[in-house]
């Protein structure tokens, strides 16, 4: 299903002061808002997805799954700078009738929400009855319950954080150098930095599982080998897939978009924004996973006024939160189930 384009022909001011003169944003719908207009659910979607959630979420999100069209009235936007549907370097630019390429201003995490904001006024949803997002969708999704709280009733944060830390802004600094260090990355040609995206894909996904995913899938049953290991297959197979479906121009912007991410700024701090967030809030953290500590988790745990917790312990690290969907499904049907505020959800997940 192709996504739907939604055309704000007025200037959309980024949080820097820049504007862009136009924005198209790509979105997908499924189901319908009910007459009381309160069955809304928005998915917000992490660095390379797409608006297309029953596509990356299947188990979650399908017709016969938790999240389904015959209860909900399901949304799922492309994100500022993804090359799905919505305005990124790859767009034209009104100035120049050419594309952006790196001329296209850096945006913010606030600046996503502030575009995803305009759609949902569009489409008529004045409450969005469960936000919820992963990772970068994660940051989304805080930002979003914070700057607008009467309008976000329960909110679902996964494998996020209330700002970037130092670790994760190092390696997406890592990737961006993989990339610039394509020289044809500065070529301003579609496929430009084709060969930068691989590696920096490859060095992401480090951070996306983990020592023992690796040891696990990737593990040699022979002893006489020196070279072509499964390990270094996989990494190439798994960049070279990456650069199939995505651009490096997008991938650079939505790097530096997350690195933005801090909820704290111009907001008293990062502990006074989340006491803004009205929601029932539940976040969910996974306990192996190495890019988004546990710890973050339960930092948004303890500084949202009215959060429940819990921890999935998934073999596969980050990338969990795509992957156990099943796991998902009973925690967040436990979470709905109680009203306990500052709740730990109890469940016992093996490998």
């Known amino acids: 299903m192709d996504a739907e384009i939604y055309k ?70 492309n994100i500022l700078g993804s090359p799905y549907g919505t305005t990124s370097p790859l767009s034209t630019n009104p100035a120049t009738d050419q594309p952006y390429y790196l001329a296209f201003p850096q945006f913010t995490v606030r600046d996503i929400t502030n575009a995803h904001k305009l759609l949902a006024s569009h489409l008529g ?8 997002g992963g990772s970068l969708g994660g940051q989304q999704a805080v930002e979003w319950a914070i700057s607008e709280p009467a309008q976000i009733k329960n909110l679902i944060v996964i494998a996020s954080n209330a700002k970037h830390s130092p670790w994760g ?13 394509d020289r044809t990355f500065y070529s301003n040609q579609p496929d430009g930095g084709s060969k930068g995206l ?66 704290g ?13 009205k929601a029932r809030t539940l976040v969910i953290g996974i306990k192996a996973d190495v890019l988004f500590p546990i710890e973050e988790q339960q930092y948004l745990f303890q500084h949202i006024p009215k959060a429940a917790f819990a921890e999935l312990d998934s073999f596969y690290g980050h990338d969990g939160f795509l992957i156990e969907t099943e796991a998902l499904t009973n925690i967040i049907t436990s979470f709905f189930k109680t009203d306990v505020k500052g709740k730990i959800i109890e469940l016992q997940r093996t490998a």
């Open 8 to 77: 704000y022909n007025k200037p959309f001011e980024l949080e820097s002061g820049k504007q862009l003169k136009e924005l198209e944003i790509g979105f997908h719908t499924y189901g319908t808002l009910n007459k009381n207009a309160d069955n809304v659910v928005w998915v917000c979607h992490a660095l390379t997805a797409n608006s297309d959630v029953f596509d990356w979420w299947k188990g979650l999100f399908g017709d016969n799954d938790y999240f389904n069209p015959d209860e909900y009235f399901i949304v799922c936007a």
């Open 125 to 132: 949803i004045k409450e969005i009855k469960i936000l919820i």
């Open 169 to 181: 802004i190092a390696f997406n600094e890592s990737q961006r150098l993989a990339i610039s260090a």
């Open 198 to 263: 691989k590696a920096a894909r490859t060095i992401a996904l480090l951070s996306y599982r983990n020592y023992k995913t690796y040891s696990v899938t990737q593990q040699e049953e022979a002893d006489h080998l020196t070279d072509d290991f499964k390990a270094a297959s996989y990494q190439n197979y798994q960049g070279e897939k990456l650069v199939n479906r995505y651009n490096a121009y997008s991938y650079w912007y939505l790097s530096k978009c997350m690195d933005s991410h801090n909820v």
């Open 265 to 277: 700024r111009g907001r008293h701090g990062v502990e006074n924004a989340l006491s803004l967030i």
